[in-house]
């Protein structure tokens, strides 16, 4: 098992940036990627972003390409999300999560481990 603490969320105004960390402990060693995903009201969890652990390749929903940036800390088990030129839309909680498997994924379904998650609020 793999313990998740999301931090670094809370209300920015639009156009602005904030720098979501998620925080691993526990079984780390049977991660092999690790990722963000976002859930607004009313709408299903959907994925943000992914980080190979060792490799560090990424990718990146459309929506987000451009604006966020995924990066690893590998000596403090850390995953961070850099997210510039916040839209409206960009609201949401966001979790981070861990995959075992041998391939990234978009599918939160295959995701093994997650987080409580942190609330990003984006205002006009």
């Known amino acids: 098992q793999v313990q998740l603490v999301e931090s670094g969320g809370g209300l920015v105004q639009a156009g602005g940036s904030l720098r979501l960390s998620c925080a691993a402990s526990?079984?780390?060693?049977?991660?092999?990627?690790m990722g963000w995903f976002r859930q607004a009201p009313g709408k299903e969890r959907e994925f943000v972003a992914v980080?190979?652990?060792?490799?560090?390749?990424?990718d990146y929903a459309d929506s987000v390409k451009g604006r966020f940036t995924i990066s690893k800390d590998n000596t403090k088990n850390a995953v961070h999300l850099q997210m510039n030129s916040l839209k409206l839309e960009d609201t949401a909680v966001y979790y981070c999560?861990?995959?075992?498997?041998?391939?990234?994924?978009?599918?939160?379904?295959?995701?093994?481990?997650w987080g409580r998650g942190t609330q990003v609020t984006v205002s006009s």
């Open positions: 526990g079984r780390t060693f049977s991660t092999n990627f």
């Open positions: 999560a861990t995959r075992g498997g041998r391939v990234p994924t978009t599918n939160r379904a295959l995701y093994d481990n």
């Open positions: 980080i190979n652990w060792s490799g560090g390749s990424t």
